[in-house]
């Protein structure tokens, strides 16, 4: 229906836009990590990249959530 249409949508693009932004703080976290704690072999590996990739997408998701179940929009 247009309602479940209308909310999905605008999750959508809350997802898209809070991820973008957390991919940003992601980077630059990753990034100071790396070069702060350069004898720590944890902040350059795979490991700490994927698990901060998926926190970054983590936030993103439940910080999107309202949007789901708000119906503010019709």
């Known amino acids: 229906s247009l309602v479940i ?15 973008m932004m957390y991919a940003h703080s992601v980077s630059a976290l990753n990034r100071f990590l790396a070069i702060q704690y350069f004898h720590k072999p944890l902040f350059r590996s795979t490991r700490w990249l994927l698990l901060s990739i998926g926190v970054g997408w983590l936030i993103a998701l439940l910080v999107s959530i309202p949007y789901l179940l708000y119906d503010g929009f019709s």
Do not use: V, Y
């Open 5 to 19: 249409s209308c909310r999905l949508n605008s999750f959508f693009i809350d997802l898209s836009a809070c991820q």
